[in-house]
């Protein structure tokens, strides 16, 4: 079991920055891919990145390629998406989720764990 839960979400202006952090309880965070999806209001979930266990393979949607960052630090059991330039299409509730193994980030997560979600709204 892991718990998860997300945190720096908020409002900011179009060309504006937020990292989101997504804390997880659990002594075997380090064992999970791990990333962040985001439903915006009257839409499905999407996945938005992924990063493998050991952090050496990332993933994302093509609408975030070169704006968003998926990171993670495994002592601190905690998962981080830094979101630049970011664009009113970019509102949300984004959503940090976790794969037991085996898992690829390849192409999205599962999502067996998920966190509660946190607002971003990027106004234009």
């Known amino acids: 079991q892991v718990q998860l839960v997300e945190s720096g979400g908020g409002l900011v202006q179009a060309g504006g920055s937020l990292r989101l952090s997504c804390a997880a309880s659990?002594?075997?965070?380090?064992?999970?891919?791990m990333g962040w999806f985001r439903q915006a209001p009257g839409m499905e979930r999407e996945f938005a990145a992924g990063?493998?266990?050991?952090?050496?393979?990332?993933y994302y949607r093509d609408s975030v390629k070169g704006r968003f960052t998926i990171s993670r630090d495994n002592a601190k059991n905690t998962l981080y998406l830094q979101m630049n330039s970011l664009k009113p299409e970019d509102t949300a509730v984004y959503y940090c989720?976790?794969?037991?193994?085996?898992?690829?980030?390849?192409?999205?997560?599962?999502?067996?764990?998920w966190g509660q979600g946190t607002q971003v709204t990027v106004s234009s």
């Open positions: 989720a976790a794969d037991t193994p085996p898992s690829t980030v390849v192409g999205g997560l599962r999502g067996d764990y």
């Open positions: 990063i493998s266990w050991n952090g050496r393979i990332t």
């Open positions: 659990g002594r075997t965070f380090s064992n999970y891919a």
